[in-house]
């Protein structure tokens, strides 16, 4: 065994603080040469089965994610596309830091924004309605949705509030109605505020 090692070139006359080192040595070890496994190499299909699993597990955890959110109470849309009107002209590529819904226990906020020259009401093209969340309900689809109904009370009136939130995802749409009707669409994302957490 010594021989073996001495052959590799692993083992020499060890000395420290020039003693002599004895080595014990058995005829039962071996030793044997590991060489680095060969890179994997993977078909187009294996590439597109393994990023179809990676997508997957990245939408669940989004899913989880967002549904947690809703349950706790504690979530905001963030609308990238917003519908006035049951038919209406739908508006795209919107500014996400001005159009949401916001939830945070009792407390909500819808606002939409157009920025389209004309101030609105909120001074920045559209509407901000800031008020005390009543009478939620959350409830689980069989599919997989889950669907959220609540009020919004504001000094403008009372909103009512439909959010579904798609399964295996975190894309939502929300129902607003109260007056003229609006749709937003977008992702659903926990939030809190600093006086909450």
Not at 26 to 34: A, R
Not at 67 to 81: I, K
Not at 108 to 117: C, D, S
Request: with cysteine.
């Amino acid at each position: 065994m010594l021989s073996a090692l001495m052959a590799l070139g692993l083992c020499a006359s060890a000395q420290t603080n020039s003693a002599e080192v004895d080595i014990e040595t058995t005829d039962d070890v071996k030793l044997e040469i590991i060489t680095p496994a060969e890179p994997v190499q993977e078909t187009k299909e294996e590439i597109k089965a393994r990023e179809k699993r990676l997508r997957e597990f990245n939408d669940d955890v989004a899913y989880a994610k967002a549904s947690n959110s809703m349950r706790r109470g504690y979530f905001v849309l963030v609308a990238d596309n917003i519908q006035i009107g049951p038919t209406g002209y739908r508006h795209y590529a919107l500014n996400n830091n001005s159009n949401f819904i916001l939830v945070q226990s009792d407390d909500g906020i819808i606002q939409y924004a157009f920025n389209m020259g004309d101030p609105g009401l909120n001074g920045l093209g559209g509407w901000t309605g800031k008020g005390t969340v009543r009478d939620k309900k959350l409830q689980y689809k069989d599919n997989g949705d889950v669907f959220m109904q609540f009020k919004l009370v504001t000094k403008y009136g009372t909103l009512d509030v439909d959010v579904t939130l798609f399964h295996n995802s975190k894309r939502a749409m929300a129902y607003i109605y109260g007056g003229t009707q609006i749709v937003m669409y977008g992702e659903i994302l926990p939030y809190r505020d600093k006086e909450h957490r």
